[in-house]
């Protein structure tokens, strides 16, 4: 049987948590958030003169007693918060931890011990698994749902490469989760992935305005000009973006030296290369470079940009690195 996505004892403290979005709401059921539009919850907004036809429950005789002149109080419409998930699950996302199903690969040494007892388990507790791409990014996919329907807001989720493969049309309510969490576990890595193709087709797009959050590795052929075409359709669909950047410890700070042979994971392709520290350390230059692009880009427009280290516990990735960017209150 295989392993929960997410273990039991963290759910009680992720529906302590919910989404922390900076737009008043427009959905279309009653949900917790409070619309930008008039409506029936119990938190005042404003007066307005009384017409006939209004509640005249809603008639403020203090008001009238003052001033003579009939009003009526206005109250927010609370409604719900669409959510929608985004899995990168392209080939490049198999990678840290020694992949989802395969043999161990560019551990560091603390990865390769054992305490004896747990065999596939470092001394601090964690699976190797654990800090594969893919597995992180879907387990925080499942937190981050599983916060916003235990807080009434509608879910739907979407896996993609080149292309969208699968989606989970929106559910509602904390006994959809088992739903979610099988969507999420099913989704298995392969294919060249393409973001700016899968998610401008017209289905990956949200029907509604709300939020949408990204989880992938953002390696592009096209770098941020690829990932700005994407974004660009989600924003004047009305939505509000998290990009959540997951990479492990070894594409952050690799440790290998030597001549070797690197293989491009989706296409195949591999290059023979000198590996030495001076070659790392521009490895490490332009990765920092391309990650503050990003991050520049997102802050111009308003987006949520998380830069997400497997080699992380996925608690503390929750509750203090996403927690602490804001998107999560």
């Given at each position: 049987m295989s392993e929960p996505l997410l273990p039991p004892s963290l759910l009680p403290r992720l529906e302590r948590l919910s989404i922390a979005s900076k737009r008043r709401v427009r959905g279309t059921m009653q949900g917790k958030r409070r619309s930008s539009r008039f409506g029936s919850s119990l938190?005042?907004?404003?007066?307005?003169?009384y017409a006939p036809g209004d509640d005249i429950r809603r008639f403020d005789w203090g008001v009238y007693s003052r001033t003579g002149r009939p009003f009526v109080r206005q109250y927010w419409d609370e409604q719900e918060l669409q959510v929608s998930l985004y899995v990168d699950?392209?080939?490049s996302m198999d990678f840290g931890g020694g992949g989802a199903s395969g043999p161990a690969d560019g551990l560091t040494s603390?990865?390769?011990?054992?305490?004896?007892?747990?065999?596939?388990?470092?001394?601090?507790?964690?699976?190797?698994?654990?800090?594969?791409?893919?597995?992180?990014?879907?387990?925080?996919?499942?937190?981050v749902g599983y916060m916003a329907l235990a807080s009434y807001d509608r879910v739907q989720a979407a896996v993609f490469d080149s292309?969208?493969?699968?989606?989970?049309?929106?559910?509602?309510?904390?006994?959809?989760?088992?739903?979610?969490f099988s969507f999420l576990q099913s989704a298995e890595p392969g294919g060249e992935g393409r973001l700016s193709q899968a998610l401008r087709q017209p289905k990956a797009l949200p029907k509604q305005p709300g939020m949408t959050w990204i989880f992938s590795d953002f390696w592009l052929d096209g770098g941020i000009d690829e990932l700005a075409e994407a974004l660009s359709y989600y924003l004047a669909a009305g939505q509000e973006i998290v990009l959540v950047h997951v990479l492990s410890p070894e594409e952050i700070s690799p440790a290998l030296s030597g001549d070797l042979r690197l293989v491009d994971s989706e296409l195949g392709t591999g290059k023979e290369i000198?590996?030495?520290g001076k070659v790392l350390e521009e490895y490490r230059r332009t990765l920092q470079a391309y990650q503050a692009d990003i991050a520049r880009f997102c802050s111009e427009r308003a987006i949520f940009y998380i830069q997400m280290n497997t080699g992380v516990p996925l608690e503390t990735g929750i509750f203090e690195t996403l927690r602490g960017a804001g998107v999560l209150g």
């Open positions: 938190e005042f907004a404003d007066y307005r003169e699950a392209s080939a603390d990865d390769n011990k054992s305490d004896g007892n747990q065999p596939g388990r470092n001394p601090t507790g964690r699976n190797k698994a654990d800090r594969n791409k893919l597995i992180y990014a879907k387990r925080l996919a499942a937190s292309e969208v493969d699968r989606q989970l049309p929106p559910v509602r309510g904390k006994a959809s989760a088992a739903r979610l000198a590996l030495t």
